[in-house]
């Protein structure tokens, strides 16, 4: 059946922007549209703007304001350089010509599967390398669901084996390695139960938090410096001196049992806050036990999570400090592969100036700049962008950005991406939870991304058996029912074809069109009522087995 048109160009038309007066009032703002061009063929558009006025016969008229998005011609999108024809008819866009042109592309190896795009049964497959190759930030207000979109894609470059590091200062990442139960949500998005428990290694500062988990001891060989930043004490010079003495008569690689050991021997009363402030590191247990290899860390299709929940903030700093600076050489030198770098909470580890400098700023300057000619690919995380070091954030060429409302963080969120505009800003500040802008070099133009379901469970706390293993949640029998459906899905290996009325967005699409259509009742919408109502059938009454 041929296209039905929505509206028609009227008023100004230029090869960028158009206004078009709409025949069809259930089209919102973001809807994406075509237009044929008399030269360079289907054009994908979308709605900027609506308005609706009443015209000279009292009759009510929606006019739209659009912009040009392109049109694909071989692996370029393409403006068009010239007007589109007056009076142009203007059509819905097909799920083709927005997957093209947007370059959201199709599942294969080596993509990530965020979601649908919104309001659309069109997933969203990103690039991995063109995706986190030149560094990612994902941000958003607490609570509108920058964890769970982190989750997902962790998920992604673990399928993809893509050696993975977190700084994970909560404990919150831990949940990789525990199935989701949600199996209705996973079939609406084609997402397959899944732990990823077999590559997911945690490790912890702390013991008596997370006993399962293996110790991350590091060398204690500090600087004079780092040590006066770590003593959670001020001294005086005299005290500093004692310190400085000690510490000139180790060797290179001291343990902080042999530095206090040095101390002791010192016979002056000034050595007892300095032995008061190094017991102190002790007990963060950081530095007690066999140090951790950097290289151990890093492999492919391995996810080493570095859980500091517990730890001083000012150990936090060190740990992140020396273990992104080692990583960073190792990685310059060949010694590990290239890897996905992950800091959550980054303002506590890379602060914009005006909020203090801390031991870990540096090098994170360094990595933010440099870091992706060796492959090193950092992620900042944080609900907080405009107590992110700005030279940072502006190094993220991807930009995962959830629910934002503060103005400060819009700001720094404005200032860090290029060609952001007035509209971006107001469309991340009415965002709903779970629904992401997306700005990549991945894609040729932002996108907003109903992110997808978890195959593993957001916030569960790993469960372990006598022999240490993970155990997985015990299923009531509905939900075991729900599982094997999910898996028997899994094993015909079927690529579901979103273009049919199955999904709840499109049940939600059709509400808003139901809604358009019967509030006001006329002779003009009799035709698309009748047409709306057989699908609405097909979506709303469950088919018989």
Not at 156 to 177: M, Q, R
């Amino acid at each position: 059946m041929a296209d039905e048109d929505i509206g028609v160009l009227t008023g100004s038309v230029k090869p960028g922007e158009f206004d078009l007066k709409l025949t069809d009032r259930t089209i919102g703002k973001g809807t994406f549209i075509k237009v044929k061009h008399p030269v360079y063929g289907w054009v994908l558009a979308r709605i900027s703007s609506l308005k609706t006025y009443l015209d000279d016969f009292d009759e009510d008229e929606t006019k739209a304001h659009a912009y040009t998005v392109g049109y694909r011609e071989g692996h370029q999108v393409l403006s068009p350089r010239t007007p589109f024809n007056p009076q142009e008819k203007v059509y819905l866009a097909d799920k083709k010509l927005i997957s093209d042109v947007l370059n959201i592309g199709s599942r294969r190896q080596g993509s990530i599967y965020m979601g649908y795009l919104e309001s659309m049964d069109i997933p969203v497959y990103l690039d991995v390398e063109r995706t986190i190759g030149k560094h990612m930030s994902v941000l958003a207000k607490t609570g509108a669901g920058k964890s769970y979109a982190v989750a997902v894609i962790l998920e992604e470059l673990l399928k993809a084996k893509v050696p993975i590091v977190i700084i994970d200062p909560h404990g919150e990442y831990s949940s990789l390695c525990v199935e989701n139960d949600e199996y209705d949500d996973m079939l609406l998005y084609d997402v397959q139960v899944h732990s990823y428990e077999d590559q997911v290694f945690e490790y912890t500062t702390d013991h008596t938090i997370n006993p399962h988990a293996k110790k991350f001891v590091l060398r204690a060989n500090f600087t004079m410096e780092e040590l006066l930043d770590l003593i959670p004490i001020n001294m005086t010079e005299k005290e500093k001196s004692v310190l400085y003495t000690a510490l000139q008569d180790m060797d290179e690689d001291y343990s902080l049992d042999e530095l206090i050991e040095r101390i002791e021997e010192e016979p002056t009363k000034f050595k007892w806050k300095v032995l008061d402030g190094l017991s102190e590191l002790m007990k963060s247990g950081v530095f007690t036990g066999i140090p951790t290899p950097y290289s151990e860390l890093v492999a492919e299709g391995k996810c080493s999570i570095i859980n500091l929940k517990g730890t001083l903030p000012s150990v936090q700093q060190l740990v992140v400090a020396r273990l992104t600076r080692e990583l960073f050489h190792l990685r310059t030198v060949g010694r590990i592969p290239e890897m996905f770098f992950l800091v959550e909470e980054a303002h506590n580890f890379c602060p914009e100036r005006g909020f203090g400098d801390v031991m870990s700023s540096p090098i994170m300057r360094t990595i933010a700049g440099e870091g992706r000619k060796f492959g090193f690919h950092l992620c900042v995380v944080s609900q907080r962008p405009a107590r992110v070091d700005k030279n940072v954030l502006s190094q993220c060429t991807t930009q995962i950005i959830l629910k934002v409302t503060n103005p400060n963080d819009l700001k720094a969120i404005r200032h860090s991406i290029e060609g952001f505009t007035a509209g971006m800003e107001e469309e991340i500040q009415q965002l709903n939870v779970g629904h992401a802008l997306v700005v990549s070099e991945a894609l040729s133009q932002p996108i907003t991304v109903d992110i997808r379901v978890r195959e593993t469970k957001h916030g569960a706390k790993p469960k372990y058996d006598e022999t240490g293993r993970i155990e997985q949640p015990k299923l009531d029998e509905e939900k075991e029912r729900r599982k094997k459906e999910v898996l028997r899905d899994k094993r015909r290996g079927r690529e579901k074809e979103r273009d049919g009325d199955e999904t709840p967005k499109r049940k939600r699409n059709l509400k808003d069109q139901l809604i358009g259509l019967f509030i006001r009742p006329d002779d003009e919408t009799e035709e698309k009522r009748r047409g709306l109502l057989s699908k609405v059938k097909g979506v709303f009454i469950e088919p018989e087995e």
